[in-house]
């Protein structure tokens, strides 16, 4: 079955503007969540939507925020862009709430590669 | 932060183990440990995860030590596709995500 999609791949913003990310889960999965990576700080957590509601939130400013619509797919919007938000944002699906009781994997996507001049 | 501990970087010869440790001492009896890998600029790839006893699947093992402290990745036979940065991964308690640390960059000689 396919597999985590992420789109655009790349992208070329200025300072100042905002992007739109979008993600579509693995059919059937229900939780998504979103990660940023940057050479200095690794990979770290944005948020976490499960059934059309934000579960869990990373330590990002308000410019960064989420939706995921009811066929799970997701959109990650940020606002206002900085140098400092140019990283690869990676989406990961599970088929359920991730933070739940029990054991979970998560299935990532290629990620989009945003710069900003 | 991440709750655990990894060697930075490690080598290992083509067509034999690549033996990945990683230190979780703080670890309590409900956590998960999970590996994951990255192969560069592609996502993170879900490996194996375990929870006390040892797990073995089509990629690798997981050997948990009985005291749960520290645990081993085995990758058995490495290839050159599997030069990556491994992350060891303890899934915290309650309603929270994988915090990933820096992980191990296991570079496959030829």
């Known amino acids: 079955k396919a597999g985590v999609t992420q789109t655009p791949r790349y992208l070329i913003k200025t300072r100042g503007q905002q992007v739109t990310l979008s993600c579509s889960p693995i059919?059937?999965?229900?939780?998504v969540s979103w990660y940023q990576q940057t050479p200095g700080q690794g990979l770290q957590f944005l948020f976490e939507?499960?059934?059309?509601?934000?579960?869990n939130k990373g330590n990002f400013p308000g410019r960064f925020s989420g939706r995921q619509f009811s066929n799970s797919r997701s959109e990650m919007n940020v606002s206002t862009l900085e140098l400092g938000d140019s990283a690869l944002y990676l989406c990961a699906s599970s088929p359920h709430l991730f933070g739940g009781a029990g054991a979970n994997v998560l299935t990532f996507g290629a990620g989009s590669r945003l710069t900003v001049l | 932060d991440a709750k655990t501990t990894q060697p930075p970087s490690m080598d290992c010869a083509e067509g034999r183990a690549a033996n990945l440790p990683c230190n979780h001492s703080t670890i309590s009896g409900n956590e998960y440990v999970y590996w994951y890998r990255q192969i560069h600029s592609q996502g993170p790839q879900y490996i194996i995860h375990g929870l006390k006893n040892n797990e073995t699947n089509e990629m690798a093992s997981l050997i948990i030590t009985e005291d749960r402290k520290s645990s081993t990745l085995i990758l058995p036979h490495a290839t050159l596709r599997d030069t990556a940065v491994y992350y060891c991964i303890v899934r915290e308690s309650g309603n929270t995500p994988l915090v990933f640390g820096k992980g191990t960059r296991l570079s496959v000689i030829a």
């Open positions: 059919s059937g999965h229900r939780s």
């Open positions: 939507y499960f059934s059309e509601t934000q579960r």
